[in-house]
């Protein structure tokens, strides 16, 4: 009986493959796609104002309010937002993780990676109010601003603030993949240029520039999608004109019990995101990941 | 390989469909419109008769509360002294506690401490049921207000106990405002650009409206939660106009706190909790209700119309209106007691705490609240061209966005 199976599974491939995939694929399927289709039709639904029950009526009127200035604003302050904390991350990481790949004896670079990555054993919620003590008006900062005589800006609360806490949080996650990006840039290759006349500058710009491109990219789909999605930065530190598409999204659900809205906004992040990564792998970043 | 990747991508299709093919399935067995959104009428359960003695307990009791409703310092003698077994569910939102006991919640929780901004909600979803009050002694020292309160008694039927109350008072720093100020009108005064905050909540609107009943009436606003399309409109647009002088709509009674404490803000809207936490961490702030009035909430202990332990559940509303409790649940959350013979009890748990909760003010004080009701489109006078609460909802979003 055992021989006959075996051999029936080794006469029939495709039998072997479906048996080993069926149990992972079917949780893939059941938890994870399943959910994102029953948020796609709720999002066509409304709900009783009164009662708050999901009324079944096919409708689309959800995603036309979407389109409205009100949501409109909040999703272009989150978009520009994701795009501005990405930059800024880039800009800091290039540098950082050239210094640990290219320049620093294993020894610091071993205390490097050390300090990028210990910020993340601490809780999000730890590192945000640490930044709103920073920040508030008797914070550091200000203190600081204040007897250099540099005024007393008012940071706290506000988008300023937001970039800033955001560029920090995710920066680790930029640093990793261009660090990768750039160590695996073969010496040989940087000799080659300096063979050739290329002189520091344009190798930088020629040859380690584009080789690290993806591992930027890589990056910044982390610092992206993680800035798109999040909504307790906002609340936290954001000041009065600072709702982010998951502020919006956590009030339907949570205070005005509109779950259907909820489901149609929440579809613009995925639209956004699937149209990034889209543009992500023409760039090579799945590569380098 | 090649024949391995084909099946993979079959599979992933057959699945795929399956689950689309069911979800659909599910969606048709579900009638359209299940709840009739027309017309208010009567709450479907007000022709339930409620028990008239209580009998034996059931041996356990499930809840919905707020956090810090369900305390083991009068939890555990209840438990001892009735045999009822208390599991408690805390709900963050008054939505949340709404979308529990309508989705099945009915048949597992027994009782549900909601919010007047839920009450509707609820007693009109036929989520909850009518109790006979005479079986609970406490409520007959109730404050007059408090016991027939609009938000959860309809046509003389009572759709649970009232317990515990509070004001939305007016928080100011008394180094920038040497005296109290008399009018909500601060909170919208250009010389507080930047040093104003409010809660992030669309109930907030309320508390323009009423505002505008006083100050502008010949927009005609008697109630603050029945607005015509007019008069919300005008609420909202107010909102706006105070929003560039806004530092935070706060979400967390800790961040007004910290607010005041760093000296961010300098008026601000608040409950007294607040107040009484930044005096004792000696911050000069100090509150008041100004001559407009004040906003405020009121919770309800509600009976879930299909509670599994009802005599376990009128044992808790006897129990949680004693002086006792409603004394302890009112020092140890900030909040007034519905029941009026508790401020000897509230000063022996702490120095004066009868006077910070205002639970020995006298009824001209209580007056001046106008506590929190679902906004609905029927309003009062037997119209129904108000603003139900969903279009707060959104209105908000559009304030705050």
């Known amino acids: 009986m055992g021989i006959r199976t075996s051999a029936a599974l080794w006469r029939r491939p495709w039998l ?30 409304t709900v009783n104002p009164l009662t708050n029950q999901i009324e079944h009526t096919w409708t689309l009127s ?4 979407i389109f409205t200035s009100t949501y409109i604003t909040i999703i272009v302050r989150t978009l520009v937002m994701a795009i501005l904390v990405t930059i800024t991350d880039a800009v800091i990481a290039f540098p950082f993780a050239f210094f640990m790949a290219r320049v620093a004896s294993p020894r610091v ?15 999000y919620m730890a590192r945000v109010y640490a930044w709103v003590v920073i920040l508030s008006d008797k914070g550091m900062l200000v203190w600081t601003l204040n007897h250099l005589g540099l005024g007393s800006p008012h940071v706290a609360y506000s988008n300023t603030a937001m970039w800033i806490v955001f560029s920090y949080i995710w920066l680790p996650f930029m640093v990793i993949p ?42 910044s789909i982390f610092t992206f999608s993680l800035t798109l999605g999040d909504f307790i930065t906002p609340l936290l530190i954001g000041g009065a004109n600072s709702s982010f598409i998951g502020n919006t999204i956590y009030n339907n659900v949570g205070v005005g019990g509109n779950l259907p809205f909820a489901a149609a906004l929440a579809m613009v992040p995925i639209v956004i995101m699937a149209v990034y990564l889209l543009i992500a792998r023409a760039l090579g970043a799945f590569k380098a990941m | 390989m090649n024949a391995a990747t084909t099946s993979i991508r079959r599979v992933a299709v057959g699945g795929l469909g399956a689950i689309l093919m069911a979800m659909l399935a599910l969606c048709a067995s579900v009638p359209a419109g299940a709840a009739t959104t027309s017309g208010l009428g009567t709450p479907p359960t007000q022709g339930m008769t409620p028990p008239s003695k209580v009998g034996p307990g059931e041996g356990s009791l499930n809840l919905i509360a707020w956090e810090g409703y369900a305390e083991p310092q009068w939890v555990k003698p209840f438990e001892k002294a009735t045999g009822c077994q208390v599991n408690a569910k805390y709900a963050g939102s008054s939505s949340e506690m709404v979308s529990l006991m309508a989705n099945g919640g009915g048949h597992q929780y027994d009782m549900v401490s909601a919010s007047g901004d839920a009450d509707l909600r609820l007693i ?34 009572h759709y649970g106990v009232s317990y515990e109350f ?15 100020p008399t009018s909500w009108s601060v909170l919208y005064n250009k010389n507080y650009q930047g040093k104003v905050t409010v809660p992030d909540n669309p109930i907030q609107i309320a508390d323009a409206a009423l505002y505008l ?32 002088l806004i530092k935070k709509y706060w979400d967390l009674a800790s961040q007004e706190i910290s607010l005041f404490q760093n000296g961010s803000v300098v008026v601000g809207a608040a409950w007294p909790y607040q107040t009484n936490t930044l005096q004792a961490a000696k911050v000069k702030v100090a509150d008041t209700i100004p001559k407009q009035g004040a906003t405020g909430w009121a919770d309800t202990w509600m009976l879930a119309t299909n509670a599994p332990h009802p005599n376990c559940a009128y044992r808790w509303m006897q129990w949680v209106t004693t002086p006792k409790v409603q004394a302890q649940q009112a020092i140890s959350f900030g909040e007034t007691p519905a029941n009026s013979q508790v401020c000897a ?57």
């Open chain 1, 178 to 219: 261009v660090y990768g990006a750039l160590e695996r840039i073969p010496e040989s290759y940087l000799q080659a240029s300096a063979d050739l006349g290329a002189r520091g500058w344009r190798t930088f710009r020629r040859v380690v520039l584009p080789l690290a491109l993806p591992g930027v990219v890589a990056g």
């Open chain 2, 166 to 180: 509070g004001p939305n008072v007016l928080l100011y720093s008394t180094k920038t405002l040497s005296k109290a």
């Open chain 1, 109 to 123: 670079r071993q205390a490097l990676f050390v300090a990028v990555l210990l910020p993340l054993w601490a809780s």
């Open chain 2, 345 to 401: 009890l509230m000063n022996k748990l702490q120095a004066g705490g009868c006077a910070a909760y205002h639970a020995n003010a006298p009824d001209a004080y209580f007056k001046t609240i106008k506590f929190w009701k679902t906004p609905l489109q029927q309003c009062g006078n037997g119209q129904s061209n108000c603003v139900p609460f969903q279009d707060w909802v959104n209105a908000w979003t559009q304030i705050t966005g």
């Open chain 2, 213 to 244: 009943s006083k100050t502008n009436p010949s927009l005609g606003i008697t109630d603050p939660y029945e607005l015509t399309q007019t008069q919300f409109n005008a609420a909202v647009n107010l909102m706006m106009q105070q929003k560039p």
């Open chain 1, 62 to 65: 959800n995603f036309s309010q």
């Open chain 1, 16 to 45: 072997r493959a479906t048996l080993t995939l069926s149990p992972p694929l079917a949780w893939f399927l059941l938890i994870y796609l399943a959910s994102l289709v029953v948020m796609l039709i709720t999002a066509f639904f």
């Open chain 2, 124 to 157: 009109y979803g036929g989520d909850v049921k009518p109790v006979n009050v005479k079986l609970v002694p406490g409520w007959k020292n109730f404050h007059p207000f408090l016991k027939s309160p609009p938000f959860n008694t309809i046509n003389g039927r």
